[in-house]
């Protein structure tokens, strides 16, 4: 197979593809801030609870940390591309209702540029919205009710560069730098009957995002004995902004259709916390993988369009564990790495005095798909996020994780007789 001509098509066709950040969720709260933050690391990351801040290999890519390319071979290239598919019950104190998402997830590859620095790329979703909510509302002085739907659509994507330098044989640094931009649609449409007539309101707002960001990351590897291994690592993403642009149309539809007004522009600029995140991982004989990490994003420092009394710190909890038994090309099963994980996210959203968290259980494996490095990875997710309290929106959900790590040698000199 000649991944060289698969990355060449993909890379030419992905550029006509608007799918990243796009009807990716169904919640409720993603009608908040920039929407339902997404995940996308890798598929190794993906099966042990969303880690990576110190993990390493040099089979599977990790762009949680950056410092993590210098792990890669001299002379390998590798692509990693990923989709999922989400089942969601939502549900409050009242109803239910079950909904279905999907996407891809990523697209990243690697490289080294020389023995001591290498070279990444990443593109993925940032945030997605994707909401549909059904209330009423009382028309003031009176008894009366219309109703009222808000909507939304969109999110935000990101592309990245990363660039890694390997200090020394223990010692690796990183820097990732990267542009966000997307496109978030929110419509509000009120029906309203008044005496022997009646309208309808409906009011759209585009908002389009574009900003950059840069991150520093570093990861520290100690050798504890002949079989067992440390590593530390670090990073930390530095507070940037988001221009904004709003065209806002109102239309008033009734027994003729009437332009309130259409095309009003307006312009901001929103601000993105800091975050800052530590971790650690035990490895044992080249079968065990054990990590653990933490990470805080100052969401109360942020700047964004709602108000800052709901925004609030969010504390991210996650661990995994890889088993992967001796290495026997005569049986499948036994190249096979096996992988699980537990995540919480204490949430950026405060609603009614409730933290909306998350929650997540994982389970995955990784099949090797040649008989060289490449592999398929799949996993999925069981997980709340949510509260009914107050008769807010409690979401139970599965995901369905698949990606195909592809490696393949590069850089190769020619030799001739």
């Given at each position: 197979?000649?991944?060289?001509?698969i990355?060449f098509?993909f890379?030419?066709t992905?550029?006509?593809?608007t799918?990243?950040?796009q009807?990716?969720?169904?919640s409720?709260y993603?009608?908040?801030?920039?929407?339902?933050?997404?995940?996308?690391?890798?598929g190794?990351?993906?099966?042990m609870?969303?880690?990576?801040?110190?993990l390493?290999?040099?089979?599977?890519?990790n762009?949680?940390?950056?410092?993590?390319l210098t792990?890669?071979?001299p002379?390998?290239?590798?692509l990693?591309m990923?989709?999922?598919?989400?089942?969601?019950?939502l549900?409050?104190s009242?109803k239910s209702?079950?909904v279905?998402?999907?996407n891809l997830?990523?697209?990243?590859?690697?490289f080294?540029?020389?023995?001591k620095?290498?070279?990444?790329i990443?593109?993925?979703?940032?945030s997605?919205?994707g909401?549909?909510?059904?209330?009423?509302?009382?028309?003031?002085?009176?008894s009366?009710?219309y109703?009222s739907?808000?909507?939304?659509t969109?999110?935000?994507s990101e592309?990245?560069g990363?660039?890694?330098?390997?200090?020394?044989?223990?010692?690796s640094?990183?820097?990732k730098?990267g542009?966000i931009?997307?496109n978030?649609?929110?419509?509000n449409?009120?029906?309203?009957?008044?005496?022997?007539s009646?309208?309808?309101?409906?009011?759209v707002d585009?908002v389009?995002?574009?900003g950059t960001?840069?991150n520093?990351?570093?990861?520290?590897?100690?050798?504890?004995?002949?079989?067992?291994s440390?590593?530390?690592?670090?990073v930390a993403g530095?507070?940037?902004n988001?221009?904004?642009s709003?065209?806002?149309?109102?239309?008033?539809t009734?027994?003729?259709?009437e332009?309130v007004s259409?095309?009003?522009?307006?312009?901001?600029?929103?601000?993105?916390?800091?975050?800052?995140?530590?971790?650690i991982?035990?490895?044992?004989?080249s079968?065990?993988?054990?990590?653990?990490d933490y990470?805080?994003?100052d969401?109360?420092?942020?700047?964004?369009k709602?108000?800052?009394?709901?925004?609030c710190?969010?504390?991210?909890?996650?661990t995994?564990?890889?088993?992967?038994?001796?290495?026997?090309?005569?049986?499948?099963?036994q190249?096979?790495r096996?992988?699980?994980?537990?995540r919480y996210?204490?949430g950026?959203?405060?609603?009614?005095?409730?933290?909306?968290?998350e929650?997540?259980?994982?389970?995955?494996v990784?099949l090797p798909?040649r008989?060289?490095?490449?592999?398929?990875?799949?996993?999925?997710?069981?997980?709340?996020?949510?509260?009914?309290?107050d008769?807010?929106?409690?979401?139970?959900?599965?995901?369905?994780?698949?990606?195909?790590?592809?490696?393949?040698?590069w850089?190769?000199?020619?030799?001739?007789?």
């Amino acid at each position: 197979m000649n991944f060289k001509k698969i990355i060449f098509s993909f890379l030419i066709t992905i550029s006509g593809i608007t799918l990243l950040a796009q009807n990716n969720t169904s919640s409720p709260y993603s009608g908040f801030g920039i929407g339902e933050l997404e995940m996308s690391s890798g598929g190794r990351n993906t099966a042990m609870g969303q880690t990576g801040i110190a993990l390493r290999s040099n089979l599977f890519l990790n762009t949680s940390n950056p410092a993590s390319l210098t792990a890669i071979d001299p002379q390998s290239f590798i692509l990693d591309m990923g989709l999922n598919y989400k089942y969601t019950k939502l549900e409050n104190s009242s109803k239910s209702v079950n909904v279905k998402d999907g996407n891809l997830s990523w697209l990243q590859m690697a490289f080294p540029i020389s023995k001591k620095l290498f070279g990444g790329i990443s593109l993925n979703p940032k945030s997605s919205v994707g909401y549909s909510i059904y209330t009423t509302k009382t028309i003031e002085g009176t008894s009366t009710t219309y109703p009222s739907i808000y909507e939304g659509t969109g999110g935000l994507s990101e592309a990245a560069g990363m660039l890694a330098w390997k200090l020394s044989k223990n010692i690796s640094m990183g820097a990732k730098t990267g542009f966000i931009w997307g496109n978030v649609a929110q419509t509000n449409e009120q029906s309203i009957a008044v005496s022997t007539s009646s309208y309808t309101l409906s009011q759209v707002d585009n908002v389009q995002y574009s900003g950059t960001y840069f991150n520093l990351a570093t990861q520290i590897s100690l050798q504890l004995s002949p079989k067992s291994s440390i590593i530390f690592g670090s990073v930390a993403g530095l507070s940037s902004n988001l221009n904004s642009s709003t065209s806002t149309n109102i239309t008033k539809t009734g027994t003729s259709s009437e332009v309130v007004s259409n095309n009003v522009k307006s312009s901001g600029a929103m601000k993105l916390p800091l975050d800052i995140g530590i971790g650690i991982s035990y490895l044992y004989d080249s079968k065990w993988v054990a990590t653990f990490d933490y990470k805080r994003s100052d969401w109360q420092k942020a700047i964004l369009k709602i108000s800052s009394s709901k925004l609030c710190i969010n504390n991210s909890f996650r661990t995994g564990l890889e088993f992967a038994p001796k290495n026997d090309p005569e049986i499948t099963r036994q190249v096979a790495r096996y992988r699980l994980g537990y995540r919480y996210e204490s949430g950026y959203l405060q609603i009614y005095n409730n933290q909306i968290h998350e929650q997540a259980l994982t389970f995955g494996v990784g099949l090797p798909i040649r008989k060289d490095r490449s592999y398929a990875n799949f996993s999925f997710e069981l997980g709340t996020r949510g509260t009914k309290t107050d008769n807010l929106v409690q979401e139970k959900f599965i995901k369905l994780n698949c990606s195909f790590n592809l490696w393949d040698r590069w850089f190769i000199k020619r030799k001739f007789d």
